[in-house]
């Protein structure tokens, strides 16, 4: 049955994303399977960047040689027409036919877009834990279209767990950036730095790499 075929399709995906550790490699993966879901062969990936909420940059694409106009076109501009579309609905944005949809009428967008063989789209925000959209998942047709119902939803959760990947990448980077900070600290301050045990009867010394050395017992007089 086709429901169980692409059942399994998505258990080897979750599968071998669950030894993914690289960012654009996981979302590479996601994105051309959600594509091919949905029925075409075409799609991207576009992340709200940290420093600018209001932007959104394509990371990823799909059935596109790199040089082409709509990848460039939308590499930092994000098709905010669509995309904004999407985050105010907070869920999918189906564009059967871009000629039929008001936002893009009269845009740079929609001349890129039919230039560039495509009539409609499948779009949907990537949301994390706490409830931000840290992206968006985008499919495109070469005719006027409208997914089922049961591609929507596999859309959807290869979305979500496309902002899983972001999100765990973000919190990883920020550790790691913090330990690197922290080396940074301990390696040029000319003060000693200690760490106590958690139940304060072993003070440690940390060493300018960072790691754990001499163990000190702490003086009653200056606690």
């Known amino acids: 049955p086709p429901l169980l075929k692409e059942l399994r399709r998505l258990h080897e995906l979750y599968a071998e994303l669950s030894a993914e550790t690289d960012l654009m490699s996981a979302l590479n993966k996601l994105l051309r399977a959600a594509v091919s879901f949905v029925g075409t062969s075409r799609g991207c990936v576009q992340l709200v960047p940290p420093d600018d909420e209001t932007r959104l940059d394509m990371v990823v694409a799909v059935g596109y040689p ?46 890129v877009g039919l230039e560039n ?18 992206g968006v998942l985008n499919a495109q047709f070469p005719v006027p279209h409208r997914p089922t119902d ?39 301050s000319t003060y000693v730095l200690y760490s106590m045990s958690a139940d304060w009867s072993q003070m440690r010394h940390l060493d300018g790499r960072g790691f754990l050395s001499n163990t000190v017992e702490p003086q009653n007089d200056w606690l």
């Open 66 to 111: 790199p040089a082409n106009t709509f990848v460039e076109h939308f590499r930092h501009q994000g098709a905010k027409a669509v995309c904004e579309a999407a985050r105010a609905n907070g869920h999918h944005l189906i564009i059967e036919d871009l000629l039929n949809f008001p936002p893009l009428a009269g845009t740079v967008d929609l001349q």
């Open 117 to 134: 063989n495509i009539r409609a789209t499948l779009n949907v925000p990537m949301v994390s834990h706490q409830g931000r959209t840290v």
């Open 150 to 188: 049961d591609q929507v939803r596999i859309f959807e959760m290869l979305a979500w767990t496309a902002a899983d990947f972001v999100e765990r990448h973000a919190a990883e980077k920020a550790l790691r950036d913090s330990a690197e900070r922290f080396r940074a600290l301990a390696t040029a």
